[in-house]
């Protein structure tokens, strides 16, 4: 979804050279087809980056170890020790929110200083900090049986 921003208001740009009459009269000095085929062009770039940033997106929690993965061209893996992480941050956008996902953002006093988990459902999400750091979000947890 963050893909298409730039493609929507780029398509709004072109239609309104288009649509409303210039000075300049941007209509005479391109052909009517030009602004449809760049919009089309842009919402077909977007796409498959949108697809290629979707298609890295993961995260996985092992015993000792919390991995991460992000980039679009520049694919970027990071393997943080779970005894390294000193907070969690949880942010929804609400277009995350209407689909049930969450960014975490696991704080750590080493490297960058935060390791970032995109588009991670929101009961997975919940799964890996508990697992990470078991303590800190025990009392807020709802055992399956209540």
């Known amino acids: ?10 398509a709004m740009l072109l239609v309104a050279l288009t649509v409303l009459d210039r000075p300049w009269e941007f209509r005479d000095l391109v052909p009517g087809w030009v ?3 760049l919009v089309l062009g842009c919402v077909a770039v977007a796409a498959a980056c949108a ?3 979707y298609a890295h997106l993961g995260n996985a929690l092992t015993e000792r170890h919390l991995v991460a993965g992000s980039g679009i061209t520049a694919r970027n893996r990071t393997v943080l020790e779970t005894d390294g992480i000193i ?11 209407r689909a049930g996902l ?7 006093a080493a490297g960058n ?3 970032v988990l995109r588009d991670v459902p929101h009961d997975r999400a919940m799964a890996l900090v508990h697992g990470c750091t ?5 009392p807020f947890l709802v055992a399956a049986h209540d």
């Open 113 to 115: 200083e935060r390791v």
């Open 51 to 53: 697809e290629a940033s």
């Open 87 to 97: 907070g969690w941050v949880a942010r929804q956008s609400l277009f995350q929110r």
């Open 35 to 37: 602004p449809l085929a």
């Open 134 to 138: 078991p303590a800190p979000l025990a």
């Open 102 to 108: 969450v960014t975490l953002i696991a704080t750590t």
């Open 1 to 10: 979804m963050r893909a298409q921003f730039t493609t929507a208001g780029l």
